[in-house]
């Protein structure tokens, strides 16, 4: 599961902070291993004003900023205004991610206060089979090679039920492209988790899984979605593969 993680995730821009989000990092709890990442909520503004004050003095002296050519964006961080995209770019190409750390744990504090809340996850592979080779992945394996496995819907609901005494709130379910899983099983497998386990959120498929149910069925990617969002899928997690032709040829090389 870290081979495929380290594959598949990828840091992000939170659209609605424009903050960096990191990809989950795993705790060891009595439960197992679970996988966090941080969520936001809301918290009183009158619990927020003197929690301002005190984390802006956590914030790097303005000559960092300067030196980085984000003096303006610093300002507007301090000042709560909202980030222009030009501005977004800045702050991902910046060496400096201490720099950039301070400015996002400065904007988290203003909103949300000296409290961290997380998502519970539960995460499941349902198979390591993958038609792709891409050369970094160690988590791949050919069919019928020692290693790979396959999980059948049932086996996969079983782990859910397993899990129902704890406090999930997601469900994280990410594979390799299967030759010859069909989409009507995935769609059959979120309805059932749905029926199990009403309430939970649904995360599952990287946009490379999208794309290679979209060929397999001979259907368009939105198509695929839309067929699984009615099935019961919140949301994909991060991660997938390259998406030009250029960097398809250096990274990838296929197994057949
Ligand atoms: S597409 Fe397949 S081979 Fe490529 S990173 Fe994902 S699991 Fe690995």
């Known amino acids: ?23 989950p990092e795993r705790v060891e709890s009595r439960w197992g291993t679970w996988w966090i ?5 809301w918290v009183p503004r009158t619990l927020r004003a003197p929690m301002m004050e005190k984390e802006s003095d956590s914030m790097l002296p303005p000559s960092v900023y300067e030196r980085l050519g984000l003096a303006r964006v610093r300002e507007k961080v ?4 909202r980030l222009n995209l030009e501005e977004g770019l800045r702050l991902l190409e910046c060496p400096d991610l201490l720099a950039v750390g301070a400015l996002a744990h400065q904007v988290r504090t203003r909103l ?3 409290t961290t ?24 394996r050919e ?3 020692p290693g790979a496995f396959e999980l059948s819907v049932e086996e996969i609901l079983q782990k859910v039920r397993e899990r129902l005494h704890d406090p999930i709130t997601e469900i994280h379910i990410v594979g390799g492209c299967h030759p010859d899983l069909r989409l009507d099983t995935f769609e059959r497998l979120l309805r059932e ?28 990617t939105r198509a695929v979605l839309e067929r699984l969002k009615a099935a019961g899928l919140d949301m994909l997690p991060g991660g ?8 398809s040829d250096a990274c990838s090389v296929r197994t057949s």
């Open 1 to 23: 599961m870290d081979r495929f993680l380290q594959a598949h995730c990828v840091p992000f821009l939170d659209g609605n902070a424009g903050l960096f989000q990191a990809p």
């Open 37 to 41: 990442s941080c969520a936001a909520v």
């Open 78 to 81: 301090l000042a709560g205004e």
């Open 112 to 114: 949300h206060g000296p």
């Open 117 to 140: 809340y997380y998502v519970v996850n539960q995460h499941i592979n349902y198979s390591n089979i993958c038609v792709n080779g891409c050369r970094f992945c160690a988590f791949a």
């Open 143 to 145: 069919r019928g090679r």
């Open 193 to 220: 988790i749905r029926r199990i386990r009403p309430g939970v959120r649904l995360k599952a498929f990287t946009a490379v899984e999208i794309d290679h149910f979209a060929r397999l069925e001979g259907i368009s």
């Open 240 to 247: 997938g593969r390259r998406s030009s032709a250029r960097a």
